[in-house]
């Protein structure tokens, strides 16, 4: 099952508006366990992978697959706008980069 996942961070005014918007558009999805918020400040392993991956600079939507590789990358500002959050269809898909081979 893929995940959905907001890259976060701390001390960012940005990250703190798009994590309750987040929470508030994503409600039931976090709450079955499909979707989650990652803070990268406190989680080496997800800082890992969005560094591996070339991800945006936070917040930064991903929905990742069961094998942990970046599927979509979504665009915060559509998927958290009041217009998208009635409409999740709205949103902006982009192809994932290509992670980096070590």
Same mark, same amino acid.
């Given at each position: 099952?893929?995940?959905?996942?907001?890259?976060?961070?701390?001390?960012?005014?940005?990250?703190?508006?798009?994590?309750?918007?987040?929470?508030?558009?994503?409600?039931?999805?976090?709450?079955?366990?499909?979707?989650?918020?990652?803070? *990268?400040? $406190?989680?080496? @392993?997800?800082?890992?992978?969005? /560094?591996?991956? !070339?991800?945006?600079? =936070? &917040?930064?939507?991903?929905?990742?697959?069961?094998?942990?590789?970046?599927?979509?990358?979504?665009?915060?500002?559509?998927? *958290?706008? $009041?217009?998208? @959050?009635?409409?999740?269809?709205? /949103?902006?898909? !982009?192809?994932?980069? =290509? &992670?980096?081979?070590?």
């Amino acid at each position: 099952m893929a995940k959905i996942i907001l890259f976060s961070g701390k001390d960012c005014s940005i990250c703190d508006e798009a994590d309750k918007k987040f929470k508030k558009r994503f409600k039931d999805e976090i709450a079955d366990g499909e979707a989650e918020i990652v803070v *990268l400040d $406190d989680d080496e @392993e997800a800082y890992e992978f969005w /560094a591996e991956n !070339q991800l945006p600079i =936070a &917040p930064t939507i991903v929905v990742i697959s069961e094998s942990q590789k970046p599927l979509i990358i979504l665009d915060t500002d559509d998927i *958290l706008s $009041d217009e998208s @959050e009635s409409n999740p269809a709205n /949103a902006t898909p !982009q192809p994932a980069a =290509a &992670p980096v081979k070590k």
